[in-house]
Each structure stands twice: as C-alpha cells, then as structure tokens.
C-alpha cells in the first residue's frame, strides 16, 4: 500500500472550515489507512507561552484569562463542528493538567524549560484528539495515537535531537496498524527524553515530526499542508511576480531553508534525505487538481539549463561581529557555541589575516545581552545586515556565472560572498536596507528573463 504522513499546521487547523478541508484532503489521499501529524490550532502556542510569562511574574489571574480564552477558542471550534459532547471529556483533564503546570511556575517563580516543554505539548495534544474525532465523525477509522511513545530524543528541552534508530523501533506496532488500515492521528513538535519527560523539537518541529515519521514507517510520501502554494521563486511580500516552483531537489530545500525561506525547516529535510522520500509542500485553500499548487521535493535533482537560478532567498536582522586578528581562532569558536546556545543562528565564519568574521541572528535577549557585552569589550558588532542567496542545481555546471552577473549590480557594501557546501548556491552580505531593491531585481534577471543569464553562462 502507498503509506503516506500528512501534516498540518496551526492556520490548516485553526478553525472549523479549515478543519473540513483538511478532512476531504485525508480523505483523498490516505483511503486505506496513514498517519496525520496536527500542530496547534493557530494562536495557541502564543497564548500558552503568555500564561506561563503571567504565572512567572505572579499574575495568575492573567494566566488563567489567558487560558480561559484558549478554552473558549477551542469548544467554538468544536462546537461548530458539532463535536463538542464528544470532546469535553477528553479535553477536561488537559486543561486541569495546564492549569496545575501555571501554578507550579506561579509557585517557583520562573519558567523551567521541562515546564515550558510540558505546557506547550498540550496544545499540540488538543489539536490531535479533535482531528481525531473529526475524521471519525467523518466515517474514517482514525485514532488517536501519542506522539511521545514513538518521538525518541536527546534530553535537551526547547531544541530536542531526535533519535532515528529509536523512533524507528518505536514505530513498528503504528506501521502495523496503519498496514491493517488503520488513519492514526499524532501531535507535531513534541517527543520523549531519556528520562520520559516531554520534550520539544524547536522551530519548524512539527514538519520535523512528520518527516521523522516517515523515515521510521518507511513511507512513500511525506505532505506538508500549509496556507501557501509551495514553494516559490522569492517571497511574495518582495516579488509580486514570484512563482511557483513544482518540482525542486533536496539539496536546493536545503539551501532555501538555510538562507530563510519561511516554508521550508531543515530538520525536516534530513530524514525524508536519509529515506530518500519524496517531500510535498502544497496549500490546504487550493488542494484540487493534481499537481496543483504543491511543490515536490526529490532527492534526484530535475534537470535545469547550466547558470539557472530557481529562487532567490534572503534573511534578516543579522549581526556581525568583527573579531581582530590579535584574537585567537578558540576565542571565535567559543564565542560562536556560546552564542548558539543562546538560540543563534550561525549564518557565516570566516577567518583570514585580517581577523576574523561570524555573523549571526540573535533571537532572545540572552543572545543581545552577549551581543551588547561585545560591543563593550571593544569587538566590533554591526547590524541591520541581511543574506541574499541565489539557488539552483544549475549553478553547480557554471558557478562562475552567477559572481559575473553580480558584477553589473555595483553594490556598493558588501559584507561578503558565501558558496554553500554544495556549489547549487551563491550568497551574499548586503545592508539590509537594499533588500526591497535587491532581490526583484535578482529574481526579474535571472529567473524571469532566463535567456540573459544564459546568454553569460
């Protein structure tokens, strides 16, 4: 049988029409049995993380405003539905379960990360039981199954490492009753430390989840449902004129979710690679057709014309930091672990006679505060950069056409030029201020009038 794992996100999910639609997209494509991952429903996790931020600072009548709106969003959901009676029952421990958590930090005074971890799993488990009965009220054999039996990670909370030999093992009894037709339906995002506590997988975790799953069941297909159509050639906020891209390889995902394209998550890409799975992103509003608004991704790369360039991606808010050549290559490496244990994101490293560079997108306070002490200690720390990348597996037969077709922009700040580890990408320093004029002009060159880059390669 085609085994196949469909995830959907938190606005897929959200309320009671998307909640239909995603019913007759499983429908259709898993009518022998298969195993849907659900985030959230949309809002939740934000309301959750603002109710333990109220119970830390000793405001629980906050926290539990804060909660009650979230119940309250969550039975209009299913009363719409016509499955409140049936829910009820198994939502009222959950929410006795999130209260108890908010009145041990309100006891202690502080968020630990196995608390944060705990709190936010009942999101996702909310979610899961309603999609559950949803599709049984449907007429599919759907159960709900949990997540945390089969997810195996490190004990690391907030940014949990999976472990793809464990989940595997764990997996065996769900690809058994999903053989025998059988429609499972898990949370995203969240697993099982060495301990037994609950742990989550970070940004982008539930599309991990999915795709770890359909390593360990040796799926045909992984899906990833959202709200927008694929992937596309640039982001539509900036390129009005981007397009969708219909078929791409993994190592151009790869590049794409690198250099901050929002619809793809790295983590998800290794294990759909590992199991060489093909890999659907495609938009839960516009699901008819075939082939209709979804991007496949392959591990075997489609066939494109030598100096082509399929998308153009950018990210924001970076930071460098500048250390002179008087600092020692330990000194940038420990700073570099500090910061990413902080939660940064290591965008570049280099070293040369001149000293050395890493740039960086701080995300928290811990992250600025370290930032900050740098600035104090004499190291140079710039922001407001941003990387633009150019991607394509046709890069990879003429490389040098893409540095020639850069050289009539006559930027006149850059911060640097990167080749990824795989020569199918091109990036580069800009100020971020350029960006609004920089990637339509890059992407109407090189993508939308294809023969003038051609002509260069």
Request: proline share 6%; charged share 20%; hydrophobic share 45%.
């Amino acid at each position: 049988m085609a085994l196949k794992v469909l995830k959907f996100g938190g606005t897929s999910v959200g309320s009671a029409e998307a909640l239909l639609r995603a019913t007759a997209i499983v429908r259709a494509e898993t009518p022998e049995g298969g195993l849907v991952v659900v985030s959230a429903l949309s809002g939740t996790t934000d309301r959750i993380l603002q109710a333990l931020r109220f119970a830390s600072e000793g405001d629980f009548p906050e926290a539990k405003s804060s909660i009650q709106a979230l119940r309250i969003h969550h039975e209009s959901v299913a009363h719409d539905l016509g499955l409140l009676p049936d829910i009820a029952e198994v939502w009222t421990p959950l929410f006795g379960r999130l209260s108890g958590l908010l009145e041990g930090v309100g006891a202690l005074c502080e968020v630990r990360p196995k608390t944060r971890d705990a709190a936010l799993a009942i999101g996702e488990t909310l979610s899961a039981h309603l999609a559950a009965a949803l599709f049984r009220a449907s007429g599919l054999a759907a159960s709900f199954a949990e997540a945390r039996d089969v997810i195996k990670t490190d004990g690391r909370h907030g940014r949990a490492t999976p472990r793809p030999a464990a989940i595997r093992a764990a997996a065996a009894p769900w690809k058994f009753r999903i053989e025998k037709g059988e429609l499972l339906v898990t949370q995203g995002f969240i697993g099982t430390g060495p301990d037994g506590a609950t742990t989550t997988l970070g940004r982008g975790g539930s599309d991990t989840s999915a795709s770890l799953l359909g390593e360990a069941l040796d799926a045909t297909e992984v899906q990833i449902w959202t709200d927008v159509d694929g992937v596309l050639s640039a982001d539509p906020s900036l390129v009005s004129t981007a397009r969708l891209i219909s078929r791409m390889s993994i190592a151009e995902a790869q590049a794409l979710s690198s250099f901050g394209a929002k619809v793809l998550h790295t983590g998800c890409l290794a294990p759909v690679a590992r199991a060489r799975i093909p890999l659907v992103v495609a938009n839960t509003h516009r699901s008819e057709g075939p082939g209709a608004f979804r991007t496949t991704i392959t591990v075997e790369a489609p066939r494109r014309e030598p100096g082509s360039v399929l998308s153009v991606a950018y990210k924001e808010d970076l930071a460098m930091v500048r250390l002179p050549p008087e600092e020692n290559l330990a000194r940038a490496f420990r700073l570099e672990a500090e910061l990413r244990d902080a939660g940064a994101t290591r965008f570049a490293f280099l070293a040369g006679p001149e000293g050395t560079v890493l740039v960086v997108r701080p995300e928290g306070p811990h992250c600025e505060a370290i930032l900050a002490n740098l600035g104090e200690d004499g190291f140079s720390v710039e922001r407001n950069w941003a990387l633009v990348a150019l991607v394509g597996e046709g890069l990879r037969a003429t490389p040098d056409a893409a540095l020639r077709l850069l050289a009539p922009f006559q930027l006149d700040r850059i911060g640097g030029v990167f080749s990824g580890a795989s020569p199918i990408s091109l990036a580069f320093l800009v100020p971020q201020e350029r960006l609004l004029d920089l990637v339509p002009r890059l992407h109407h060159l090189w993508i939308e009038q294809p023969e003038l880059h051609l002509e260069t390669a």
